[in-house]
């Protein structure tokens, strides 16, 4: 099974958004794939707007809790995505692992508008990458 990581700074809100959209869309293609996220300081909680916006899409976060991106968890992922990493460069994991960077806005702060548009752009890169792994 192909475990994809997803990864921003406090694991709080686009990484927890893409996580619950891959494993969602995944699951509906029937893929041998799972998703998780983790953070490199990892927040207190997930933000509570970033949860209301994806039940509002029909996909609940419930459960899901900030984690933080280990030697481990990094190796164990067959492809490591980051989120975007211009609000506090010096912590993006982008330097240390392999990966893709997706270039999202940071969600945080932000009011329910604002994170609508982060979320569906979520949406979008991860209804793109579900495409990618179901072609291979």
Partial sequence: MQQILF???HNAGRSQMAEAYFNHLAGQRGLSAHGLSAGTAPGPGVNPVA???MVEAGIPMDG???KLLTPELAASASKIITMGCGVEADMCP???YIS???GLPDPHGKG???V???RDA??????LLVDQLAED
């Fill in 7 to 9: 990864v921003c700074v």
């Fill in 51 to 53: 949860a209301e916006v």
């Fill in 64 to 66: 899901q809790t900030p």
């Fill in 94 to 96: 982008a330097g240390t």
């Fill in 100 to 102: 893709e960077d997706w």
């Fill in 112 to 114: 329910p508008d604002a």
């Fill in 116 to 118: 609508r548009e982060v």
């Fill in 122 to 127: 979520v949406r979008d890169r991860v209804a």
